[in-house]
């Protein structure tokens, strides 16, 4: 299928690997050009080096940290006018409530929820001006089904989650969508983290933690970057424009109510 936006341009925020990364190459092999952004540039930089040889796209790298002002500041004028914004941002560290202080609580919302509304609201308007756009936010399963030790992350994008419900039904008559892919297990430097405290909880080894959750999952193993990229690079096409305001789940089969 042509998903009918090679040449145009997107930013994909925290794209240096992982579900970033992949959703960054699933828009280059859709020929889309790309502005990419992660804090360790020399990742960035391998990173930007491997889409550039693989696909006719121009790829711009802008390391920094896209949770800050300064960071955003790079990123929007590398490309002001993106046809294409995949927010994503590393979620805060798991942990108990208690432990957590309001400078916790400020970071987390910083880059899980306002980072997000500051580039939605930097970039959304000139796509309704020029009649497309497609906004996708990465969140997390959590939204859907909380996690007791990722309060913090339950938190932050739930309060995303509400803010796109309102605005992304104003931008749709402008043929500019903004839409949730809510990630589950994936095979990502996040879910190996997430081991690592139960590991340390339990005494199990990473090892075995990492067989049980995957043999929990309906699927029976945990998602590729590669699965969702392709997903994040559909809800961007310009066959998705009478998707907005979704929140979409994926997770293997793991959430196991009936919607």
Known sequence: MDLGISGKWAIVCASSKGLGRGSAEALAAEGVNLVITARTAETLEATADHIRKSWPVEVIAIPGDITT??????????????????????????????????EDWQ??????????????????????????????????????????????????????????????RKTVAHNVTINNLLPGPFDTDRLAGNFKAVSKATGKSIAEVKAERAAQNPAGRFGTAEEFGAACAFLCSDKAGFITGQNILMDGGAFPGTM
């Not at 490309?79 to 805060?92: E, F």
């Open 69 to 102: 002002e300064a960071g955003r500041a790079e990123v929007l004028k590398a490309c002001p006018a993106p046809d294409i914004l995949v927010n994503n941002a590393g979620g805060p560290p798991p942990g108990d409530f208690r432990d957590w202080s309001l």
């Open 107 to 168: 970071k987390a919302l910083n880059a899980n929820m306002l980072t997000p509304i500051e580039m939605i609201k930097a970039t959304v308007d000139g796509m309704q001006a020029r009649g497309f756009g497609r906004i996708v936010n990465i969140t997390s399963a959590a939204v859907k089904s909380p996690i007791d030790i990722l309060g913090l992350s339950n938190g932050a994008r739930a309060g995303l989650t509400g803010f796109v419900a309102g605005i992304s």
